[in-house]
């Protein structure tokens, strides 16, 4: 019997079969009215919204479907939460930096994760978490870096950032060697999970839970701390419409040199 964890591990897989060859093309771009979480959705983020819901319903998990294009789909017990597309910009440029991302929760909050899998839509590297078992990428468990040196490299989503912004993440640019955005929230999140990063922070208060649901349990059980903008632990409901920022760290060295971000 399949545990929900490879359920949605099913998911991703039939994603990232299904929508080869649609990344980067007129066909896949095309625009197809407006998501429920407010973005324009193009064809690709449909299909595979669709083929990812569709795996999960053939499985038999009923609960409720949140996803970034359809919005809340009312089920029985649980949630299950859906950006099939994460990184809809660099899919239909062809920049090859994408995901889908799925993740179940028993509750409706961030906290309430459980089991989650994300996968590289361009690499095939899948990514999957259960609450307190650990994370994985192919079948290996992934830590965290362990110890974070002067030579940190660091995401920071800056795209449309407002001018106070700016200024309150200048002093972390200045003092941080290599500072990245690769745009996509839930596999950056994956590279705080796997050792490739030190940090990502974005805290444009844009992010919605379906881009985080499941690069949440993953860089969680990877051993990283996640805070909300104002330094406490990241938690949200589930809400399609809800906004917050956030920063995850892969540990305790990294948030020490980055804790004028939550002086406000």
């Known amino acids: 019997m ?16 299904k929508t080869k ?25 449909l299909i595979a919204e669709e083929i990812a819901i569709g795996v999960v ?12 294009e359809c919005g809340k789909i009312e089920g029985k017990e649980g949630y299950v939460i859906i950006d099939a597309i994460d990184g809809t910009t660099n899919a239909i440029s062809g ?19 459980v089991d989650a899998a994300i996968i590289d839509l361009t690499r095939g590297d899948l990514y999957y978490a259960s609450k307190n078992k650990g994370a994985f990428l192919n079948g290996e468990r992934i830590f ?3 110890e974070s040196t002067s ?31 690769f745009g996509a929230n839930a596999l950056e999140m994956c590279f705080v999970a796997r050792g490739f990063l030190d940090a990502y922070i974005d805290l444009r208060c844009k ?28 938690e949200s409901n589930l809400d399609v419409k809800t906004r917050f920022s956030y920063a995850a760290m892969a540990n305790e060295k990294i948030r020490e040199q980055l804790v004028t971000l939550f002086v406000r």
């Open 151 to 181: 030579d940190s490299t660091i995401g920071i989503n800056v795209s449309g950032v407002k001018s106070e912004l700016v200024e309150r993440l200048a002093p972390i640019i200045a003092q941080t060697t290599h500072i990245r955005q």
């Open 207 to 234: 992010i919605r839970p379906t881009d985080v649901a499941a690069g949440y349990l993953i860089a969680k059980e990877a051993g990283a701390q996640i805070y909300s903008d104002n330094g406490s632990t990241l």
């Open 95 to 113: 920049i090859p930096f994408y995901c889908c991302s799925v993740a179940y929760a028993t509750d409706f909050y961030l906290s309430a994760v």
């Open 21 to 45: 060859g649609l990344a980067g093309t007129t066909g896949g771009s095309r625009q197809m009215g407006r998501g429920a979480g407010g973005d324009i959705s193009r064809r690709i983020d």
């Open 2 to 17: 399949m545990t929900i964890v490879d359920i949605l591990k099913e998911a991703c897989k039939q994603v990232h079969e």
């Open 57 to 68: 319903r053939k499985r038999g998990i009923e609960a409720t479907i949140i996803g970034e």
């Open 144 to 146: 965290v870096k362990q």
